[in-house]
């Protein structure tokens, strides 16, 4: 009997290396930001704060932006409070940008391929998503480390 389905899943690709399993509760908004370059800003303004930006994909093939109207998606991550940050944004890179829910019958936990920020590792599908660990990352930003 598989387990109760919690709810909705945002489906987030990253990079062409990395791709997040995120709870649709912990997404603030996916923003579009006018990009003036190849690589995301590293702060938004987002509902009046300044939020950091990560951009797990810098050294990658996938494009940021849309070449087409020189626009990019952004993330936004409700963070914990008491943290460096109240929230921050994750760049999207690549076409896999979605919704939905999680079913056991179709996931194939990968633990040995769990990556930096992230709990644990999966396939469902034919893809291999993260689950991050986002306090840490929250954490790991507002401290003013550099994240690659």
Not at 21 to 41: D, F, K, N, R, Y
Not at 105 to 134: C, N, S, W
Request: hydrophobic share 40%; aromatic share 8%.
């Amino acid at each position: 009997m598989a387990a109760q389905n919690p709810g909705y899943c945002v489906l987030l690709p990253c990079s062409s290396q990395r791709s997040w399993v995120v709870p649709q509760s912990c997404l603030g908004e996916i923003v579009t930001v006018t990009a003036s370059g190849e690589h995301p800003p590293e702060f938004i303004h987002w509902r009046g704060e300044e939020v950091p930006v990560v951009d797990f994909g810098r050294q990658d093939t996938l494009p940021w932006r849309d070449p087409r109207g020189s626009t990019g998606l952004v993330a936004v991550l409700l963070g914990q409070r008491d943290e460096g940050c109240r929230y921050f944004g994750v760049a999207v890179r690549g076409g896999l940008l979605s919704v939905s829910t999680l079913d056991d019958d179709e996931i194939e936990d990968l633990p040995d391929a769990v990556q930096d920020y992230a709990t644990a590792a999966f396939r469902m599908k034919g893809h291999v998503y993260q689950v991050p660990d986002l306090l840490a990352l929250q954490r790991a930003i507002g401290s003013g480390q550099a994240i690659n």
